[in-house]
């Protein structure tokens, strides 16, 4: 069953999803501006926060569930706010249901075993979520871009045909074989104009405590944009699939990227909907047995069970509260796309 919710988070993430077989020309198909009805900031950021809170909520019961795991695949160009999506919208989540990977230039021992390797080593366990800052995605982007670091991963000549149709093959087979084991793959792309970069690089530039995120590297990059739009046009036409789905998220205001990446997580656990474990009778009946133990060993003067009495206290408020004026909280859901500009 999809609830009201859910039905609005999806409603708001469907502009973004790249539909599994089109055909996508990135600077013609996504605009990296584009608000989805949310107009002021001040709105987007309350979401955001109703979206963390969700996000906390659903990842305990993933934990508790255990036996689902999630992927979140973030993809992106220099300074389009991969850092800050991360830091943001995993703000309220147990640190130890969550893990993040950041890969950088393969190493000599990764370089020596089939490109999926190292990708595979850091995936999220049962119950996990795992975050992917940069992805095997870089093996069809950076690596195809500057085709020496494919030199340098040994192919024997047989598997350098068509390599790069090979590898988006591949890359949907493993990820439909991750999701059919249980682990849900979630990819999102964080759309960065050029102009936004440049101001972005400048800003890295100017602010003394930036500095060190700037690399002169990054501009070399930059001169490839032409090259990388055209990679990520490709990627995204290809490895987008019902199983998988990629969603191409505005990213020239930061706190729509991290809004639109957050709500694209949110739908995936609404999705899979991981629920406490319930005991059955017979556990219950047992763990009643252990509570009359413990009441009986209260000292003397204490409440046989302290907790239960704050629960009925503060259950009693609760009602008293009904009963009076105060209204039950409003839960914040992103607007109907459809419904404003
Ligand atoms: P950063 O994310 O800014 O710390 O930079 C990491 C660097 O590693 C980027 O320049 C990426 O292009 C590079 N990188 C990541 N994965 C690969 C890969 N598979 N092959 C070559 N370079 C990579
Ligand atoms: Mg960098």
Redesign the pocket.
């Known amino acids: 069953m999809t609830d009201k919710r859910h039905k609005r988070v999806m409603e708001f993430i469907e502009a973004f999803r790249v539909k599994p077989g089109s055909k996508v020309t990135l600077a013609k198909d996504f605009d990296p501006s584009f608000k989805a009805g949310v107009k002021k900031k001040k709105e987007g950021v309350a979401l955001l926060a109703e979206g963390v809170r969700l996000l906390t909520e659903y990842q305990a019961r993933l934990a508790a569930q255990d036996d689902y795991g999630v992927l979140l695949v973030l993809q992106a160009l220099?300074a389009a706010g991969k850092d800050g999506t991360i830091r943001h919208v995993m703000s309220g989540v147990n640190p130890q249901g969550v893990s993040v990977h950041?890969?950088?230039?393969?190493s000599s021992e990764e370089l020596d075993h089939d490109f999926l390797w190292r990708y595979q080593r850091r995936l999220p366990g049962r119950g996990e979520i795992g975050i992917f800052?940069?992805s095997h995605y870089?093996?069809v982007l950076?690596?195809r871009v500057h085709p020496e670091?494919l030199d340098r991963q040994k192919l024997p000549t047989a598997a350098r045909k068509d390599v790069w149709q090979r590898r988006y093959r591949q890359i949907n087979d493993w990820e439909r074989y991750l999701t059919d084991n249980g682990f849900r793959v979630v990819k999102v792309f964080l759309n960065l104009s050029k102009e936004e970069q440049r101001i972005r690089f400048l800003r890295r530039v100017d602010l003394p405590d930036h500095n060190w995120k700037f690399?002169t590297?990054d501009v070399k990059?930059r001169e490839r944009w032409d090259d990388y739009q055209k990679a990520f046009s490709n990627m995204l036409s290809h490895t987008s699939t019902e199983w998988a789905p990629w969603y191409v998220i505005p990213a020239d205001r930061k706190w729509f990227a991290r809004l639109g990446a957050g709500a694209v997580l949110v739908n995936a656990l609404m999705d899979l909907n991981p629920q406490f474990p319930k005991v059955d009778k017979a556990q219950r009946e047992r763990l009643l047995e252990v509570k009359r133990t413990l009441e009986a060993q209260a000292p003397e003067g204490a409440a046989p069970d302290p907790f239960e009495e704050k629960q009925r206290a503060a259950e009693a408020a609760a009602s008293d509260g009904r009963n009076g004026h105060s209204a039950d909280a409003q839960v914040v859901v992103p607007p109907d796309a459809s419904t404003t500009e």
Do not use: H, Q
Not at 102 to 106: A, G, R, T
């Open positions: 220099d950041s890969f950088k230039v393969p800052n940069r870089e093996e950076v690596v670091n690399s590297a990059e």
